[in-house]
């Protein structure tokens, strides 16, 4: 599902059923972690492996950063997602791409309180108005799951946090598509700052599956 929305440029896996296979530098990790968070953590892992493994690179282990940003092989850029029933990552060359973010929800309704902390002001209209035509979709979880994957593009460039209100999102939902407009400078790209992205969604088998990619 989340190659569909991913360039030719990015090596995507996923998975739906656990598999726990670590080195052990990543099982340290998660020594202490509950069964739960090492299915997930080792399952992402394998996906990587295999993503990575269609880029030419050999088995690594992906350790994590102070952040608990997954760490790459050199000249490697990548995301990883889990979420119930759900387990993916996706790599590219760094020659290609210069990051990428991607996510996965279940296709539900947000707990009752969260939107008014992800959604900025003039995104609420937006959703009513999205909701309204497009009624089969949860809108609130794709702004949601589409932030995230904003982040994960954001923070390996800019090494710093950036709030679910540091960015207003509008979706074309003929196209599957989104823009995004930054409010937090500190994405600079070929030295130049970056303000604007795009990225891509799509909505089935009961996930929301987003993607943000800045090629070149």
Same mark, same amino acid.
């Given at each position: 599902?989340?190659?569909?929305?991913?360039?030719?440029?990015?090596?995507?896996?996923? *998975? =739906?059923?656990?598999?726990?296979?670590?080195?052990?530098?990543?099982?340290?990790?998660?020594?202490?972690?509950?069964?739960? *968070? =090492? @299915?997930?953590?080792?399952?992402?892992?394998?996906?990587? *492996?295999?993503?990575?493994?269609?880029? /030419? #690179?050999?088995?690594?282990?992906i350790?994590? /950063?102070?952040?608990? $940003?997954?760490?790459?092989?050199? +000249?490697?850029?990548?995301?990883?997602? #889990?979420? %119930?029933?759900? =387990?993916?990552?996706?790599?590219? *060359?760094?020659?290609?791409v210069?990051?990428?973010?991607?996510?996965?929800?279940?296709?539900? $309704?947000?707990?009752?309180?969260?939107?008014?902390?992800?959604a900025?002001?003039?995104?609420?209209?937006?959703?009513?108005?999205?909701?309204?035509q #497009?009624?089969?979709?949860?809108?609130?979880? &794709?702004?949601?799951?589409?932030?995230?994957?904003?982040?994960? &593009?954001?923070?390996?460039?800019a @090494?710093?946090?950036l709030?679910? !209100? %540091?960015?207003?999102l509008?979706? %074309?939902?003929?196209? !599957?598509?989104?823009?995004?407009?930054? #409010? !937090?400078?500190?994405?600079? &790209?070929?030295?130049?700052?970056?303000m604007?992205?795009?990225? =891509?969604?799509?909505? +089935?088998? /009961?996930?929301?599956?987003?993607?943000?990619?800045?090629? +070149?």
């Amino acid at each position: 599902m989340i190659e569909g929305i991913l360039p030719s440029s990015v090596a995507s896996v996923e *998975r =739906r059923t656990d598999i726990d296979d670590l080195f052990p530098e990543e099982a340290e990790l998660v020594a202490r972690a509950v069964d739960k *968070r =090492r @299915r997930e953590f080792a399952t992402a892992r394998w996906c990587a *492996r295999k993503a990575l493994a269609d880029l /030419g #690179h050999p088995a690594v282990p992906i350790l994590r /950063g102070p952040k608990n $940003e997954p760490l790459w092989p050199e +000249g490697v850029v990548g995301a990883l997602t #889990h979420c %119930d029933g759900y =387990r993916a990552a996706a790599v590219a *060359r760094a020659a290609a791409v210069t990051s990428l973010g991607i996510d996965a929800e279940p296709h539900e $309704e947000l707990p009752p309180g969260t939107l008014k902390m992800i959604a900025r002001p003039e995104e609420i209209p937006m959703l009513a108005a999205l909701a309204s035509q #497009h009624p089969e979709t949860h809108w609130d979880k &794709v702004l949601f799951s589409a932030k995230e994957s904003v982040y994960k &593009v954001w923070f390996p460039l800019a @090494r710093r946090w950036l709030d679910f !209100q %540091d960015a207003t999102l509008r979706f %074309d939902p003929p196209a !599957q598509t989104f823009d995004v407009e930054l #409010h !937090q400078p500190g994405l600079v &790209v070929g030295g130049e700052p970056l303000m604007r992205l795009s990225g =891509r969604y799509a909505v +089935g088998e /009961g996930l929301v599956v987003t993607a943000v990619v800045i090629e +070149g």
